[in-house]
Every structure is written in C-alpha cells, then in structure tokens.
C-alpha cells in the first residue's frame, strides 16, 4: 500500500477513535446532569425533575398611556445619598370620585417611625388634585395600611387608614397616638374613628413590626366585603364597617427567619361565604377561631389564598414551598432543601400548554433566583428575574388579558412562564432612593382600552406614577374601572 494511504488510513483510525470517545463522554455528562437535576429538585418520597416549560404566544409591546405627575402641593423633600429628591410616597389605586374611572392616593407617614400615615393626597389620572389632608411626613418604611374599597356597600369608594393623631405623644413603637379611620374618597372626610384598645395599647417588638397593613374581606357573609383585617406585629385585629373589633389573634410566632408571614392572605377557602386568613403557620376561621396551626417551614414570606388544584381553593405557602389545604394536609411539600428560603410566591396560570395554574416561588431570598412548578409538583424550570434593590416586587399581571397566560412582573418588566423577558416599558426613569423602597410597585388594574390589564408603576421615592398598557390601545372599549382584591389588596413588598 503507498505511505500516504497507509497515513490516511491510520488518521481515519485515530479520528474514528477519537469521536467514539466524545460519544461515551457525551453520554456519561448527560447520565450525570440527570441525576444532578434529580438530585436537586426531590424531596423525601416525593421525586421531582425539571422539565422544559412549553412555548408562550406573542405578547403585545407596551405603550407608555401616561406618566401621571404628583400634584406639587403633594410633594415632599428628602436628601438620600446626596440627593435631593421631590417625592410623593406609597400609592394606592381606586375609584374616588365615583365616575367610573381609577384614581390614585399618595400617603406619608411621620418621621418618627415612617409606620404612621399622616398625609393623604387623593388625584386623578390627569395629576388633578382632589383633595388632601394632614402635612409633612416622609416615605413609609414599608408599604403601609391604607386601602380603598367600598367598605361601607354606600356605592362609593372609602379610604380606610391609620391616621396618627397630633394631639397625643407617644414613641416611635407605640400605637397610642394613632386612630383607625374611614374616610370618604370623594372628600377625605372622616366618616368614622376609633381608637380601640386592641390597637392603641399595641408596641412594636420583632421583626414582623414594621409590616402594618390592612387587608379588605368578607368576615359576615355580606353581599360584598364589609370588613377588613389588621396585621400589627404579632396581632391581628378584625373590624367590620362600623369599626367594631370583631375578633383579634396573637401569632405565636415572631421571630426573624421564623415568624408567620409578614403579610397575611384572605379567602374564603372552604366556600362558605366567608374569608379565612392564611397567615402560613396558621389558617384562622372567619371568626378568628384558628383551624390549624403549624410552622411548615422557615421563611414564611409569603402566602396567598387561591385555587389550585382543580379549582378548590389552598393556602398557598412560600416556607418550604407548601401548598395546604382547609384541614391543614399539604397538598405540596417541595422541602426546605428545594425552597430554603421562601421569599415571594404567586400562582397563575402561566404556561399554557400545561393544566394550570402554576407556582413561581422566589425560592433561595433576596436574590433573583426563582422556580416554575407544575400543578402537580414539578420543578419545570429555574431562572433570573433582572436585580431590584430588595430582590422583591414580584406581581402577575393578565397583560394579553384574562383568558390568556398570566406574565410576571418584577421591577418594571414582564417576564413569560417561560422565564423570557418579553415587556420592557418605555420611557421608564432609572429608580431612586434606598435599597427597601426604591424602585417600582406595580398595581395590575385594567383602567383603559380592552380588558387587558395595565401595570401601573410607582417608585415611592418619586414625583410621577407610570400606566403602561398593551398595544394596541383600544380606548372605545374601556368598560370602567371595576376593583377586585388584587387591586383593593395589592400584595406590594412581601
């Protein structure tokens, strides 16, 4: 035989060789990244893998319908980290003046403990202002208690707060300076006041302190929500529309990394016409009386009160990735070794090639870092959400509207089940201010055009809010703004 197809013959060799062993490589990585997947997404008795979610239609680009500035008697000025910013302070979302049509209020709280409102600014989505009340104030330490609803079933929207009163002195922890109020949304006058011991005799301790918030239900049975929980540190206060305490819980537990959720969920999870509150270590009955109690995991962040399984309603649990029902059997246990830190968690449906809904959970704190998992367990996919200061802000809005998959919101850009970004609104400033507050809410509401949602964005630190809405926009086919809970009980920070 010639050298040269003696050489050619032995190269062929070497090279046949050569890819054979990159196929048995090839094929033992292969072996081993299942087995790590395997590894990393089961739990004791319950296997798990990751699976590739499915495909998610177009999603319409967003159209920046307004940047609604903070009437300038609203404002309010601060210096942080040298700069000097003008700021109106947490938003809120409803219809005050009883036209059919969504307004905002802007509230600030004193500089003593940024936990009590003491101004309130009620405009319109032209920036007109309607009214105000009380002065001065700075940005709320977190987003605080103050909601708007029709809480009285008079037709027209109520602002119910915490209002700090002038005339008394106490510190900074103590509630003894601060009333309960129902205020009229079209005026801000005060409707009704209390001062109830349950509240006023209150002091702050722990970490679940600064969470204050009010969550608007239906403890009575009533045609609609007539009442309305109070979470202050480690008590819960139910009162009903004539500010009557109904009941109060003492949480038992309250410390960091261990306490119940800083923000407690309401739903009427056993249908009977009344709303049970998912605190995550406790389900309490609609008269306060608890139904179970049980600390399922560390980090209970975040809960909600949803259906999940076929439609019947769960207490959806972000602490170990729990998902339990009205007797308190978990229906989903991911383990703490799956979610060692449950930050956020939201359900909706978003993939629509799979019976829904779905949960995204914040799994490992504040980082970006969040799971998909399936309706029956599955682990289908991790990603990266873009960094926001806190790591949280997580919302589901119906941007391609409400038959269509839900996309996730976080820090003013939407993301599909997919983990893909496929909204970025334009024209959005940069957000300013401290690392717990500053950069941007959003409020999911339909207030224009179709039946699509909207996401109104604020950054508290601000002068201005931003409505983005999916193109096209139709504005002939608006049919009013009509509230429901995740408007009237944004979740927010949690």
């Known amino acids: ?16 060789l050569c890819a054979a062993l990159a196929r048995i490589v090839l094929v033992i990585l292969g072996a081993l990244t299942v087995q790590t997947a395997w590894a990393t997404s089961k739990t004791p008795g319950t296997p798990r893998r990751e699976k590739s979610p499915g495909s998610q239609p177009g999603t319409s680009p967003a159209l920046l319908w307004r940047e609604v500035q903070v009437p300038e008697t609203f404002l309010a000025t601060a210096r942080v980290k040298g700069q ?24 600030r ?42 809480i009285d079933g008079d037709g027209h929207s109520q602002v119910i707060c915490f209002f700090q009163d002038p005339s008394i002195r106490a510190g900074k922890k103590s509630m003894a300076d601060v009333v309960v109020q129902i205020r009229d949304g079209r005026t801000g006058k005060v409707k009704r006041q209390t001062a109830p011991p349950e509240i006023r005799q209150r002091a ?41 305490v109904l009941w109060t819980y003492t949480i038992r537990w309250n410390d960091y990394g261990k306490c119940s959720a800083y923000i407690p969920s309401v739903g009427d999870i056993d249908g009977d016409g009344r709303d049970e509150v998912n605190g995550g270590y406790f389900l309490l009955d609609s008269d306060g009386r608890p139904i179970w109690e049980k600390r399922w995991g560390p980090h209970m962040d975040s809960v909600a009160i949803t259906a999940w399984d076929d439609g019947r309603m769960r207490a959806i649990c972000s602490g170990g990735g729990h998902v339990i029902d009205a007797d308190g059997k978990a229906v989903l246990a991911l383990g703490a ?22 949960m995204i959970v914040r799994y490992n704190g504040h980082t970006p870092n969040v799971m998909v998992v399936s309706n029956a367990g599955e682990i289908l996919r991790r990603f990266e959400l ?8 997580m919302e589901v809005v119906y941007w391609n509207g409400p038959k269509a998959p839900a996309l996730l919101h976080n820090g003013g850009l939407l993301f599909d089940g997919a983990g893909r970004q496929v909204v970025t609104p334009p024209g959005l400033h940069k957000p300013v201010g401290p690392a717990k507050m500053g950069w941007y809410h959003c409020i999911p509401a339909d207030v224009c055009g179709d039946a699509r949602e909207e996401m109104i964005l604020y950054n508290p630190w601000a002068a201005s809010v931003f409505i983005y809405t999916p193109a096209p926009l139709r504005q002939d086919a608006y049919a009013g703004y009509h509230p429901g809970p995740r408007q009237y009980n944004a979740r927010l920070m949690d």
């Open 337 to 358: 070794k799956i979610v060692p830190h449950g930050q956020e968690v939201r359900v909706a449906d978003f993939l629509p090639d799979l019976p829904g809904p779905e």
């Open 84 to 107: 000097r910013l003008r700021y109106g302070g947490d938003i809120r979302l409803g219809d005050l003046t009883g036209n059919g049509q969504a307004d905002l209020l802007v509230f």
């Open 386 to 393: 873009n960094a926001s200061p806190n790591e949280t802000g």
């Open 1 to 16: 035989m010639h050298a040269s197809c003696r050489i050619r013959g032995v190269g062929g060799c070497l090279f046949g």
């Open 109 to 150: 709280c004193d500089k003593a403990s940024a936990l009590k409102p003491c101004f309130l600014g009620a405009f319109d989505l032209s920036g007109r202002a309607l009214w105000q009340v009380g002065s001065g104030g700075t940005q709320p330490l977190r987003p605080g208690p103050v909601a708007v609803h029709d």
């Open 204 to 244: 702050g301790w722990g970490p679940n302190w600064c969470h204050h918030r009010i969550f608007v239900c239906n403890l009575r049975g009533r045609p609609t929500p007539q009442d309305f929980i109070i979470k202050l540190g480690d008590t819960i206060v139910a009162l009903d529309d004539a500010l009557s």
